[in-house]
């Protein structure tokens, strides 16, 4: 009943955990490909052979490195069960996770796609209080989004106005999603990593939830592994590409919607992406973009003046090397300490 792909590469150490959490699902009619994106004949394949002897399970290799966003798609077109999800070969889904999803799809046949919240685990499958590290009181799942049916028109304004996933939003992480596969065939079940500042996964179901309902689970029984360093914490100047981000979606979203009311959250996430980026620009020394991305926040955004980064940046435009030192210095700071939040153990942490 439910295709599961895994895509695999190089984490041999931390693939079983993954296999056993699928063997573990309340709900048995599953099958699960993992394919291993390379060659294949290593330490990955000798780790999943130890599960091939359960009929369901299927160890497959490209052959040859396809990147990551062409190893799913390749996932996504193995099978033929009416629904598909796609595990990563270091998550860990809770038992239930498969039997709740396809329970919400048989009730609700319009819906393209069910996702839920998730946990973060950190390298040592230790659970991470986001919240707590966000300097944010820990909220049940449902106190964000309520669960049920969103149709396309109620669900993006939702999506931004609950800033799911801050500034990625909108996100849908794809370790929570079980797709009908009818409805990825008819949307196109590719991955596109063409657009190097999108998330190729949350794109595909953005481009779902464009055309059809879909439903939201008030639970948080996906666990997603938080490497460091990771693409996000490894790139220090990054303002540009969440303008791009956000602007490809609000054009997306018209596109398709037409007449639909964004809500005010859209402009402000584009305002803070320019005050981000005009920061990036200033730690590169380029004081003329920096002006320049300053500018577009307050006409992308008005309210953007009264954020606090706004006076600082400009003042390093005034004080000349000396603000850039010292815009420097603090973000410096800023970026060792959410590096120390994020990925200090809960048990270790200090209250």
Excluded at 9 to 24: D, K, Q, T
Excluded at 326 to 344: F, H, P, S, W
Aim: glycine share 8%; proline share 7%; hydrophobic share 35%.
């Amino acid at each position: 009943m439910v295709d599961v792909g895994m895509p695999a590469f190089r984490r041999p150490e931390s693939i079983a955990g993954a296999i056993e959490s699928v063997l573990a699902q309340t709900h048995t009619a599953w099958r699960l490909v993992v394919s291993e994106n390379g060659p294949g004949g290593g330490a990955v394949e000798a780790a999943v052979r130890e599960y091939t002897g359960d009929p369901r399970i299927r160890y497959e290799a490209t052959g040859r490195n396809l990147g990551p966003a062409a190893n799913w798609t390749r996932l996504l077109r193995t099978g033929s069960a009416p629904y598909v999800t796609v595990l990563q070969d270091d998550d860990l889904w809770d038992p239930g996770f498969l039997a709740a999803r396809v329970s919400f799809l048989e009730r609700h046949p319009s819906c393209a796609f069910v996702f839920s919240g998730e946990r973060m685990l950190d390298g040592d499958a230790r659970e991470i209080a986001v919240e707590r590290t966000r300097g944010l009181p820990e909220r049940d799942v449902s106190e964000v989004l309520p669960e049920g049916v969103y149709q396309p028109e109620e669900f993006f304004p939702a999506m931004y106005r609950h800033r799911l996933g801050g500034i990625h939003t909108p996100s849908i992480s794809s370790g929570g999603v079980m797709s009908r596969r009818s409805a990825l065939e008819s949307e196109g079940s590719y991955f596109d990593d063409s657009k190097p500042f999108l998330y190729w996964d949350v794109e595909l179901y953005m481009r779902m939830a464009l055309r059809f309902p879909v439903g939201f689970l008030a639970l948080r029984d996906v666990a997603q592994r938080v490497h460091h360093p990771s693409i996000t914490t490894s790139t220090p100047y990054d303002g540009e590409r969440w303008i791009r981000y956000h602007d490809y979606y609000g054009g997306l979203i018209r596109r398709r919607l037409p007449g639909v009311k964004l809500p005010r959250e859209l402009k402000q996430l584009q305002g803070e992406a320019y005050i981000w980026a005009a920061l990036d620009g200033i730690e590169q020394g380029d004081r003329r973009k920096s002006a320049r991305y300053l500018a577009s926040a307050v006409r992308a955004y008005p309210p953007a003046l009264a954020n606090a980064r706004v006076p600082a940046a400009v003042f390093a435009l005034v004080a000349g090397d000396r603000g850039t030192r010292t815009i420097k210095r603090a973000r410096d700071r800023r970026r060792q300490r959410n590096e120390i939040l994020v990925y200090e153990r809960p048990d270790t942490r200090r209250a």
